[in-house]
Every structure is written in C-alpha cells, then in structure tokens.
C-alpha cells in the first residue's frame, strides 16, 4: 500500500468521526488528486490479489480483490464517514469484521450477506452497548444491554426485544427477574426494590395482572388477585409481628407508586443506516462512473408466455423491469357513480367509531356475537338527534356485532382516531379500476391503510357465523396469517328499491413505503393459475398466480419455523370454519446491495436456461425507515430463482441464483365456504379437467394441497 494513500485515509478517518459534513468535503477534494487505481482498471486473472481503489464518488477500498469485487480481507470507507474493516466474499460483507459510523457506533462481530448476523457487539455513540446474538440485523437470541442511563439487560431476545427468560436492573438499584414478552413483562416473575419490597407473580404487559403476592422487608404480605382495573382486584393483607403496620397500605399503591419508578428503557441508539443498506460502487462501470438507467426501450421485451422475443442476458433468457407500480384506483370524485355511496359509508363509519366503547377487556360475552339485531340508523340529509346534516341522499345505516370489531381494533392496536381519519378524512377513497372474481368492488384509503370491499350476502352470513371462531384464533395467535378485519357495516340506499350495499373494512397487507415489485396470489393448484396478460402489460400492480412463479422464499431458520407453526394453525382454524379457495397474497421488494434495485430475469428459454438478477432501477430502500418487522410484514430474506421442465410444472427446479428481497405476505379471501355451489362446481369441472387442479375442492383437501405447496415454495434458508 503506497503511503501517500495510508497518510490520506488515517486523515480522512480522523475527519469523518468529527463532522459527516465536513469529511465528505475533504473527499472529494482529496479524491480529485489522488493517483490510485481506478475501478475500471481490468484484472487479467481471477486470482486474489490487493489493490488500492478509488471511486469516482469519493469512497476508498483498500484490501483483496478478485476479477471485480472485494474477496478477502478489505477496508471500504465511504463518503458519507461510514466505514467497514473485515472479511468479504464475492463482494459482499461476509463474515468477521467491524462497521462503524459517522456518529461513533460500531458493531464489531459476524456478518452474513452484508447483514449483521451471529454473535456480536454493537456500541452506540452514547455509552449504550448490546453484545450477543444477531439475526439480520435484528437482535434476536441470548444478549446482554447496558443502557446510557445505567440500566442493564441481560437474557433472551426475540426481533429486537426482551423476549423470554430475562434479567433486568434499574440503575436505581430494583431488579426484575423472570419472562418478557415484546419488551415488557410478561409472565411469571418477580420484582425486587432496592428498599427490599418484592412482588413475585403473574405480570401482562409491564404490570402486574393475576395472581401474585407483595412482601415487605419486615415479613408482611399481601395476596390476592391484582389489576390495574380496582373492580378486578381483591386480596387480603397477612401482618408479621413487626411494630410496623401495613393497613393502610393501598394495594392500587403498587401501580401509581412502585411501578413507577420501574420504567423500562427505550431502546438504545437507533441505527440509522445498516450495513446490509450502503451501496458499493464498482464492477463494470464505463469509466468509474456511477451506474445510469439507460433507455427504456432497450429493455422493452415481447411477450414471453408464446416463448418469443426479448432482449437475451443468459442464454436468451428475458428481462422484466423491475419498478414500483402507479398508485392503484380511480379517486371516488364528485360526479362519481360511487360518489353518494363514499360519502353515506364515511358518515356510518364516523358514527360507529365514534360511540362510546362500553367496555375496555378483550373478554366478549357471547351477546357480542349476536347477529340478529335490526337495529338501522337513520341519516336523513338535515340531521337528526343522532345524526349530524350532510350533503348526501338519505340512507339508513347498521353495525354488525360493532363491539367485537371495535375489540377487534384493539386487539390489532388500531387508533380509533387515525383509523377515522384514514376512512373519513377530507380525501377520497379510491376505487380500484375492475371488481374481483366475485364481482365484489374494492375501494382504498388515500393512505393505503385499508382495503373496503362490497360483499354478497352469503359472504356476511360466512363472517358473522364464523366471527366467535375467528376472534378466539387471532386473539389466541398474535401473528396470525388471515385477514384483519376491521368493520362489518350496511348501507341500505333510499328509493323504491332499497338497495343494500353490504362491506367489509380490512388491513392492507401491501401498506409500506417498499416499494412493491411483484405480488403473487397463490393457492397450490394450476387450472386457470397463470396469468392472461402479455409480458409487456405485466407490471408492480398486476396480481401473478401460481404458474407465473419463478422462485423459492428462503427464510431465516427461526422464521421459517414459526412460519410453518402458523400456517398449520390458520389452516386447521379455516378448516375447521369449512373455508377454501383462500389464498397466499405475497408481495415482493427486491434490494440490491451492490448498486441498485434489481431487474430480474425470470423466463428461462425452452432449454431451461438458468435465469438471473441484474440492476437496472435506483429503488434501494432503508429499512429503518420502513414499518416493524413481523411474521409476514417488512421480512428480510432472500429467492432463489427456478426453471420449470414443463407448462404445468407447480414448482420449479431450483437453480442456485439467489436474489435479496424484503416479503410481505398473508392469507387472505377466507370468506368463500364449501357450499352446495362449490360442490356442483368441484362436480363440473372434475369432467373437465384433472379434480386435484381446480380450486374448489373440500376444505379438508383444500387445506392439504395449499400446505402442501406453500411448504415448496418457502423454504429454511440454512
């Protein structure tokens, strides 16, 4: 290494970790004189050897090198002062080393395809610091916290928080031993006071809740029954023979008082950026400069589903573009068909969210449930004694079951006011271009959030008779698959008809600042699986079926276990409710660490010619910035791409290209029951064609088959 250059980047260094700013000016003016080797000097061999590089961005590598990525042991500073010193592999960060940012952070430990993963130790930039295990960037296993304000953690983790067995100790001198749950306590545990008071027994969500027992240092205790709730608590103080009586003592006193001085930390120091998120700047770029989006037309294809046309990357494999599609619908405007109907369901859901809530518990009586009330809300247009004036037609309004949707909410930690706003805020929904299958129309909130959609009446008669079953299922199984469902509500129109118009208010499981690249309906059967549209009309919005697949999900071996955990559970709840033709809605991000979003190469000729990932758009995406993750939400993982020997392969063979991707997925449509109707169909269409391909099968074997399939396509990424 020249030590003009070793001179350079120990200044370059000292600067960066005093101002961002300030270290990125220096770069580029120092950049702009140096005389090092550039990225576009060419490697006559594929041999490991060591290099000194700089990009015309202002970043530095320094370290092994191989054709034309990192291979080895290399440092890589970047502009903006984030550097990385350690071991790579074909150009990704891979195994040990050490991150460090601007602000002072460092994670030294293992690495894993650029993500921080295995056993390590991150050090924020104000004293806080987390030495255990890793996966994804995520801490998850056996890990030890010190806080900046002197708190101490020390047990199991799970994405990010206190999860399991745990210890943790106030710098005031109290300590907690015992279960945790999403960062709070949870459990069975026990809390210790520096003054030698203990609580031991049952604790939900930070507090304690449940049977458990408080004792003085003196011998004195009290047992009983404790709640926040003082009309839940009951219990019976038991004296020792101290001189220091406890009568007086308010049991709530463990609430307001102890409790309070026990608050649990928030997290350390948010990372801003990830490793697995900086970009790289090298390869075959013309001249060291950074890549450009070439023409679009060059990247136009045919349509591939007759096998013809298209630019060839691999053996004449074909390109699609990958890039986040248009925003979905047409916006419900004054002059709309739609129009009055908009604003009569805003009006109903304004007044159904907005009624007092009689009850806090998430324990339902069964009247909850009852679907037999006709109870309608009259919205005349100059108001009523319940009723604000409106511009609208009248109409009548009903509620089905509103106490257990708006337990519901809870339970899924909705706003009411931010779910109001989404709803019957001042923007209009908007209608999506066609209706489903079922003819039913689906209509967005301007945020995404929610997806409304019209219903047939057998469809409301499925959801309420299954409403009891599926508020214990998700009640029960946090990070259940299924649909969330929000309201269930009528709008019978005035005039002569009195037309009913019946819909169901639902999570949108593709709400997220990712941007969507591809989505997939997938049921596990292949009679009509495959979509009709030419490749060049095929884009980020279009939904793609089981036949257009082209990948396997690999999942992180935890992940995929709870994974299958839940899949197995939903599917017995559906089958058990006699529900089929649900499906598995996926949608995919592609990340590029190396430059950019990807372009994927996802149709392999006749030949079965391996396809493959290459960049062509700037989408990369931060994921800190980006919604929590969970099972099925914001996930982090990678496909590898497949080739089908035939038309109606379900599953094809795997080929060993792998892709980085973040998943969103869900189970949803798990409102159509095996009805007389499916029968006939199942009956008709097994003339046709072969029983086990159609989609209307019974729910016992539907239930089979779409495990079945599902368990192919994602797989333990080990």
Same mark, same amino acid.
């Given at each position: 290494?020249?030590?003009?250059?070793?001179?350079?980047?120990?200044?370059?260094?000292?600067?960066?970790?005093?101002?961002?700013?300030?270290?990125?000016?220096?770069?580029?003016?120092?950049?702009?004189?140096?005389?090092?080797?550039?990225?576009?000097?060419?490697? @006559?061999?594929?041999?490991?050897?060591?290099? %000194?590089?700089?990009?015309?961005?202002?970043?530095?590598?320094?370290?092994? +090198?191989? &054709?034309?990525?990192?291979?080895?042991?290399?440092?890589?500073? +970047?502009?903006?002062?984030?550097?990385?010193?350690?071991?790579?592999?074909?150009?990704?960060?891979?195994?040990?080393?050490?991150?460090?940012?601007?602000?002072?952070?460092?994670?030294?430990?293992?690495?894993?395809?650029?993500?921080?993963?295995?056993?390590?130790?991150?050090?924020?930039?104000?004293?806080?610091?987390?030495?255990?295990? +890793?996966?994804?960037?995520?801490?998850?296993?056996?890990?030890?916290?010190?806080?900046?304000?002197?708190?101490?953690?020390?047990?199991?983790?799970?994405?990010?928080?206190?999860?399991?067995?745990?210890?943790?100790?106030? =710098?005031?001198?109290?300590?907690?031993?015992?279960?945790?749950?999403?960062?709070?306590?949870?459990?069975?545990?026990?809390?210790?006071?520096?003054?030698?008071?203990?609580?031991?027994?049952? +604790?939900? *969500?930070?507090?304690?809740?449940?049977?458990?027992?408080?004792?003085?240092?003196?011998?004195?205790?009290?047992?009983?029954?404790?709640?926040?709730?003082?009309?839940?608590?009951?219990?019976?103080?038991?004296?020792?023979?101290?001189?220091?009586?406890?009568?007086?003592?308010?049991?709530? /006193?463990?609430?307001?008082?102890?409790?309070?001085?026990?608050?649990?930390?928030? =997290?350390?120091?948010?990372?801003?950026?990830?490793?697995?998120?900086?970009?790289?700047?090298?390869?075959?770029?013309?001249?060291?400069?950074?890549?450009?989006?070439?023409?679009?037309?060059?990247?136009?294809?045919?349509?591939?589903?007759?096998?013809?046309?298209?630019?060839?990357? $691999?053996?004449?494999?074909?390109?699609?573009?990958?890039?986040?599609?248009?925003?979905?619908?047409?916006?419900?405007?004054?002059?709309?068909?739609?129009?009055?109907?908009?604003?009569?369901?805003?009006?109903?859901?304004?007044?159904?969210?907005?009624?007092?809530?009689?009850?806090?518990?998430?324990?339902?009586?069964?009247?909850?449930?009852?679907? %037999?009330?006709?109870?309608?809300?009259?919205?005349?247009? %100059?108001?009523?004694?319940?009723?604000?004036?409106?511009?609208?037609?009248?109409?009548?309004?009903?509620?089905?079951?509103?106490?257990?949707?708006? &337990? #519901?909410?809870?339970?899924?930690?909705?706003?009411?006011?931010?779910?109001?706003?989404?709803?019957?805020?001042?923007?209009?929904?908007?209608?999506?271009?066609?209706?489903?299958?079922?003819? @039913?129309?689906?209509?967005?909130?301007?945020?995404?959030?929610?997806?409304?959609?019209?219903?047939?009446?057998? =469809?409301?008669?499925? #959801?309420?008779?299954? $409403?009891?079953?599926?508020?214990?299922?998700?009640?029960?199984? =946090?990070?259940?698959?299924? !649909?969330?469902?929000?309201?269930?509500?009528?709008?019978? $129109?005035?005039?002569?008809?009195?037309?009913?118009?019946?819909?169901?208010?639902?999570?949108?499981?593709?709400? &997220?600042?990712?941007?969507?690249?591809?989505?997939?309906?997938?049921?596990?059967?292949?009679?009509?699986?495959?979509?009709?549209?030419?490749?060049?009309?095929?884009?980020?919005?279009?939904?793609?079926?089981?036949?257009? $697949?082209?990948?396997?999900?690999?999942? /992180?071996?935890?992940?995929?276990?709870?994974?299958?955990?839940?899949?197995?559970?939903?599917?017995?709840?559906?089958?058990?409710?006699?529900?089929?033709?649900?499906?598995?809605?996926?949608?995919?991000?592609?990340?590029?660490?190396?430059?950019?979003?990807?372009?994927?190469?996802?149709?392999?000729?006749?030949?079965?010619?391996?396809?493959?990932? &290459?960049? *062509?758009?700037?989408?990369?995406?931060?994921?800190?910035?980006?919604?929590?993750?969970?099972?099925?939400?914001?996930?982090?993982?990678?496909?590898?791409?497949?080739?089908?020997?035939?038309?109606?392969?379900?599953?094809?063979?795997?080929?060993?290209?792998?892709?980085?991707?973040?998943?969103?997925?869900?189970?949803?449509?798990?409102?159509?029951?095996?009805?007389?109707?499916?029968?006939?169909?199942?009956?008709?269409?097994?003339?046709?064609?072969?029983? !086990? @391909?159609?989609?209307?099968?019974?729910?016992?074997?539907?239930?089979?088959?779409?495990?079945?399939?599902?368990?192919?396509?994602?797989? *333990?990424?080990?």
């Amino acid at each position: 290494m020249s030590k003009v250059l070793v001179g350079i980047l120990k200044s370059v260094e000292a600067k960066v970790r005093k101002s961002q700013l300030s270290a990125k000016k220096r770069a580029i003016s120092i950049f702009t004189t140096m005389s090092v080797a550039h990225v576009d000097d060419e490697v @006559s061999d594929a041999e490991v050897y060591n290099t %000194e590089k700089i990009f015309c961005n202002g970043d530095i590598y320094i370290g092994q +090198w191989a &054709t034309d990525t990192p291979h080895g042991n290399g440092k890589y500073l +970047w502009s903006d002062g984030c550097m990385y010193l350690g071991d790579w592999n074909n150009g990704k960060i891979h195994g040990k080393g050490k991150f460090s940012w601007p602000s002072g952070a460092a994670y030294e430990g293992d690495f894993k395809n650029g993500y921080m993963d295995g056993e390590g130790t991150f050090t924020g930039s104000v004293n806080d610091s987390y030495k255990g295990t +890793w996966v994804m960037n995520t801490k998850q296993g056996k890990g030890i916290t010190n806080y900046a304000n002197g708190d101490h953690y020390e047990g199991e983790w799970k994405r990010g928080f206190h999860n399991g067995e745990g210890r943790y100790h106030w =710098e005031n001198g109290h300590q907690y031993i015992g279960q945790w749950k999403n960062g709070k306590m949870n459990g069975n545990g026990t809390m210790m006071w520096a003054n030698g008071n203990r609580y031991d027994g049952s +604790w939900e *969500d930070g507090l304690p809740k449940g049977n458990g027992t408080f004792h003085w240092q003196d011998g004195s205790f009290y047992a009983g029954i404790w709640s926040r709730d003082q009309k839940e608590q009951s219990g019976k103080f038991y004296p020792s023979t101290s001189q220091v009586p406890h009568d007086d003592w308010d049991p709530h /006193q463990l609430f307001s008082v102890e409790m309070g001085e026990c608050l649990i930390c928030e =997290e350390g120091e948010n990372i801003v950026i990830f490793p697995s998120d900086k970009l790289f700047y090298w390869s075959n770029n013309d001249e060291g400069k950074p890549p450009t989006r070439r023409n679009s037309e060059t990247r136009a294809r045919k349509s591939s589903m007759d096998g013809s046309g298209g630019n060839g990357y $691999l053996g004449g494999s074909l390109k699609i573009r990958m890039q986040p599609g248009k925003r979905q619908g047409v916006t419900i405007c004054k002059g709309h068909k739609n129009y009055e109907l908009m604003l009569n369901l805003q009006l109903g859901i304004r007044h159904s969210v907005g009624r007092p809530a009689p009850s806090k518990s998430l324990k339902l009586k069964p009247t909850a449930f009852d679907t %037999e009330q006709k109870l309608w809300t009259r919205f005349p247009p %100059e108001g009523s004694k319940h009723t604000p004036p409106h511009q609208s037609c009248e109409f009548k309004w009903k509620d089905y079951c509103p106490l257990v949707f708006k &337990t #519901l909410r809870k339970l899924f930690n909705v706003d009411p006011a931010d779910y109001m706003l989404s709803i019957c805020g001042n923007d209009a929904l908007r209608e999506l271009s066609s209706p489903g299958k079922s003819g @039913s129309f689906f209509y967005l909130t301007h945020d995404d959030k929610y997806m409304i959609k019209t219903m047939k009446k057998s =469809e409301v008669k499925v #959801l309420k008779r299954m $409403l009891p079953a599926y508020y214990e299922h998700v009640n029960t199984f =946090e990070n259940t698959l299924v !649909t969330k469902f929000f309201g269930l509500h009528c709008v019978k $129109l005035s005039g002569p008809i009195q037309k009913k118009v019946r819909f169901v208010i639902m999570g949108n499981l593709l709400c &997220t600042e990712v941007p969507i690249h591809r989505r997939y309906d997938l049921k596990g059967s292949t009679h009509g699986r495959i979509t009709d549209k030419p490749e060049t009309e095929i884009d980020a919005n279009t939904t793609l079926k089981d036949l257009d $697949l082209k990948f396997i999900f690999r999942l /992180q071996k935890d992940w995929f276990e709870e994974f299958c955990s839940q899949v197995n559970k939903d599917c017995d709840f559906l089958e058990q409710e006699r529900i089929m033709d649900y499906s598995l809605l996926v949608g995919i991000s592609f990340q590029e660490h190396n430059r950019q979003a990807p372009e994927v190469n996802t149709e392999p000729d006749s030949t079965g010619t391996t396809p493959n990932l &290459t960049t *062509d758009v700037d989408s990369h995406v931060n994921l800190s910035k980006c919604t929590c993750l969970r099972l099925g939400i914001n996930m982090p993982a990678r496909v590898e791409f497949t080739v089908r020997s035939n038309d109606t392969q379900l599953v094809g063979e795997p080929t060993g290209q792998f892709g980085d991707v973040i998943l969103f997925f869900g189970i949803i449509d798990i409102l159509q029951d095996y009805d007389i109707s499916k029968k006939l169909e199942h009956a008709y269409k097994s003339f046709q064609y072969d029983s !086990t @391909s159609i989609s209307a099968v019974d729910p016992r074997l539907y239930s089979k088959r779409f495990k079945d399939f599902i368990f192919r396509v994602f797989s *333990d990424d080990s």
